[in-house]
């Protein structure tokens, strides 16, 4: 790979926030669970893209709400932790 001026390129961090409800009304009709999918599926795919990029450091963090909002996650996940 030929030298870049300036030295190589740092990565940088790009940050997926998922912000999902936990409300009482998610237990009914399988609502939680089409949410734990949909985030399961999603995950190979943030994975690919991140090894698709290799300048960006993609990161992960999860916000729960329902009367109020706290953080699931707090600190920032490398999306293949996650895996």
Do not use: T
Not at 35 to 58: F, G, S, T, W, Y
């Amino acid at each position: 790979m030929p030298k870049l001026p300036g030295g190589p390129l740092a990565r940088r961090p790009l940050h997926f926030i998922w912000i999902a409800d936990c409300s009482g009304s998610m237990g009914y009709g399988g609502k939680i669970q089409s949410l734990n999918n949909a985030i399961r599926e999603a995950l190979p795919h943030m994975q690919d893209a991140a090894d698709e990029n290799p300048n960006a450091e993609v990161m992960v963090r999860a916000v729960q709400f329902s009367s109020g909002a706290s953080w699931h996650i707090a600190n920032p996940v490398p999306v293949d932790q996650l895996m």
